[in-house]
T-cell receptor
Framework: QQPVQSPQAVILREGEDAVINCSSS?????VHWYRQKHGEAPVFLMI?????EQKGHEKISASFNEKKQQSSLYLTASQLSYSGTYFC????????????????FGQGTILTVHP | DTEVTQTPKHLVMGMTNKKSLKCEQH?????MYWYKQKAKKPPELMFV???????INESVPSRFSPECPNSSLLNLHLHALQPEDSALYLC???????????????FGPGTRLTVT
């Protein structure tokens, strides 16, 4: 099932902060965050694993609440380069699972940063 | 070399044509993916190859036929497509389980396909 992201869109001025949320009705093993700029490929930002968290990216960090099956992406002191569509992807098995590598992406959050 | 390349960048084909999309990576990744992305929508997984074997097929119609001739190359053969198949087709690859970074997917720039 597709995770649900909120908000659908965010408009910021440079230097402002933003939070993007991702929730799933199905148990999550991992949450993956990607950013896609218009006309470009999605770029990996970070992954949060059940029971742990891997490195962040620039001034972007994230949290993972396993019990609530939710993740939040925090963008601090936003820059113009942060503009794009942010996708969370839900992973449902560990590295040895039969569905390993399968990601289901949320519908995306469009972030626009103005000068 | 840390990129995934895809050719062609753009493709226009008729419903009776046969064409192929190509994806290549030289990062030593042993898992490769095909995704379909419609405008303003998230990527949708189509196929996953792991060690050159098809491991996931997301019930994709048979008019899409994937092929993984070797660990660096992934093809998607197209035949008798419909206009609704017009989309951006993205390829991605992922490092091996033993790499220490087994979850990060590297995406190519995509092939924008238009079916007329």
């Amino acid at each position: 099932q597709q995770p649900v992201q909120s908000p659908q869109a965010v408009i910021l001025r440079e230097g402002e902060d933003a939070v993007i949320n991702c929730s799933s009705s199905k148990a999550l093993y991992s949450v993956h965050w990607y950013r896609q700029k218009h006309g470009e490929a999605p770029v990996f930002l970070m992954i949060l694993l059940k029971g742990g968290e891997q490195k962040g990216h620039e001034k972007i960090s994230a949290s993972f609440n396993e019990k609530k099956q939710q993740s939040s992406l925090y963008l601090t002191a936003s820059q113009l380069s942060y503009s794009g569509t942010y996708f969370c992807g839900s992973g449902h098995t560990n590295a040895g699972g039969t569905s390993y590598g399968k990601l289901t992406f949320g519908q995306g959050t469009i972030l626009t940063v103005h000068p | 070399d840390t990129e995934v390349t895809q050719t062609p960048k753009h493709l226009v084909m008729g419903m009776t044509n046969k064409k192929s999309l190509k994806c290549e990576q030289h990062m030593g990744h042993r898992a490769m993916y095909w995704y379909k992305q419609k405008a303003k929508k998230p990527p949708e997984l189509m196929f996953v190859y792991s060690y050159e074997k098809l491991s996931i097929n997301e019930s994709v119609p048979s008019r899409f036929s994937p092929e993984c001739p070797n660990s660096s190359l992934l093809n998607l053969h197209l035949h008798a497509l419909q206009p609704e198949d017009s989309a951006l087709y993205l390829c991605a690859s992922r490092p091996a389980l033993t790499s220490g970074r087994p979850y990060e997917q590297y995406f190519g720039p995509g092939t924008r396909l238009t079916v007329t």
